[in-house]
């Protein structure tokens, strides 16, 4: 697939999602049940969270991290949040926001691209903790395909002792868009 492909592909897929999204608020009733005042009764999914916390947890300090034991894990949790997506079992933005954050620790641009869609659908459920995500997910994914990063969230370093600079990056990205994503200015 050409890069212009996949990057029009991106699009549509943003597009549809955005569009499914913006339905709602046009009359068109969500099917999840709703509680009293028409508020949704849906709780978070409390393997998502476990999944969500065991991720950070592993990640916690971040120096010394032995990603032998990491990776494996890493490994089964993407797997399990896949499948939790694939049934349909993300309810709240909560869930949307632990899924997404799960998977971009993954290693494929499908697994980046699919956790910056997540972070998209939390955003719209009222998770803002998905905004900074939603971005980071997306200069993830660029990276991934060899493409400059869009806001400026990656760093990487040349070897495992040697510092992290910025990765690669292309303009367009405002002031103001990164204000509303909660993303600081590159460093």
Not at 26 to 37: P, V
């Amino acid at each position: 697939m050409s890069m212009r492909t996949l990057m029009i592909t991106v699009g549509v897929v943003v597009f549809f999602v955005m569009a499914i999204i913006s339905v709602q608020p046009f009359g068109i009733k969500n099917s999840r049940a709703t509680g009293a005042g028409g508020q949704s009764a849906d709780k978070d999914n409390q393997e998502l969270a476990r999944l969500y916390q065991e991720d950070q947890s592993d990640r916690a300090p971040e120096e010394n991290i032995d990603w032998q034991v990491v990776g494996p894990r890493d490994k089964t949790r993407e797997a399990r949040v896949k499948a939790l997506c694939n049934a349909d079992m993300l309810n709240t933005g909560a869930d949307y926001y632990h899924a997404a954050m799960v998977l971009q620790h993954a290693g494929a641009p499908e697994d980046y691209l699919l956790a910056h869609e997540l972070c998209v659908v939390a955003i719209a459920k009222g998770n803002q903790d998905a905004k900074w995500l939603a971005a980071a997910t997306e200069d993830r994914f660029l990276m991934s395909i060899g493409r400059p990063q869009r806001f400026g969230t990656q760093y990487q370093a040349d070897g495992p002792h040697a510092d992290f600079n910025l990765y690669q990056m292309e303009k367009g990205v405002t002031a103001g868009m990164r204000t509303a994503l909660d993303v600081p200015p590159p460093k």
